[in-house]
């Protein structure tokens, strides 16, 4: 029962590096989502799918790129980094539809990337 | 403008007392209401929710209610235990299936001893 799995645990990038952070989940879940936790700001959603093929942004999109291609892998490219994407992310999944509610979302342990 | 506020950033109480978090919110279309528990360097946990045709809903030592007209909820915890001690985030979903799940700024937690 792995749930949601994100790679890597840890990051240092130097500004203008470009790098994938990775989540995949094992539970069937069409439902995905990326958060930034940041001291103060609680989780912001940057980018989320409701199935392979769809994505849409969130409250923070700029600098990330998000792609779909199947249900279980949902990426999260920065494309540029820059240290204003210091942050810890968190991918989550649910199911879809209002069991999304009654069960909520699965997060993974998160990444914390650092842009120097 | 930030519509899920936790206004209080930290609580501390004693083991066995009750803890009661706060969370107000702004957007009136919000339909489901959910807490989630954060261990350091670990990803939150969901804890409880509610819909807004309800006005609490408890699971175990956890309740959660809901003032509508105030736009409040609180989740209370009783009795509290050590294990406890975490960051507990208000979240908050609005009505449609895929609906965005926007989270306040948390509340940190200690259960004393």
């Known amino acids: 029962n792995a749930g949601v799995t994100q790679t890597p645990k840890f990051q240092v990038l130097k500004t203008g590096q470009s790098m994938t952070l990775q989540c995949a989940q094992d539970m069937n879940h069409e439902y995905m989502s990326w958060y930034r936790q940041d001291p103060g700001m609680g989780l912001r959603l940057i980018h989320y799918s409701v199935g392979a093929g769809i994505t849409d942004q969130g409250e923070v999109p700029n600098g990330y790129n998000v792609s779909r291609s199947t249900t279980e892998d949902f990426p999260l490219r920065l494309l540029s980094a820059a240290p204003s994407q210091t942050s810890v992310y968190f991918c989550a999944s649910s199911f879809a539809g209002t069991n999304r509610n009654n069960y909520g979302y699965t997060f993974g342990s998160g990444t914390r990337l650092t842009v120097v | 403008d930030q519509q899920v506020k936790q206004n209080s950033p930290s609580l501390s109480v004693q083991e066995g007392r009750i803890s009661i978090l706060n969370c107000d919110y702004t957007?009136?279309?919000?339909?489901?209401f959910l807490w989630y528990k954060k261990y350091p360097a670990e990803g939150p946990t969901f804890l409880i929710s509610?819909?807004?045709?309800?006005d609490k809903n408890e699971d175990g030592r956890f309740t959660v209610f809901l003032n509508k007209s105030a736009k409040h909820l609180s989740l209370h915890i009783v009795p509290s235990q050590p294990g406890d001690s975490a960051v507990y985030f208000c979240a908050a979903s609005g009505k449609g299936a895929n609906s965005k799940l926007t989270f306040g700024k948390g509340i940190t937690l200690s259960v004393r001893p």
């Open positions: 957007n009136s279309m919000f339909d489901y």
């Open positions: 509610i819909s807004s045709i309800k």
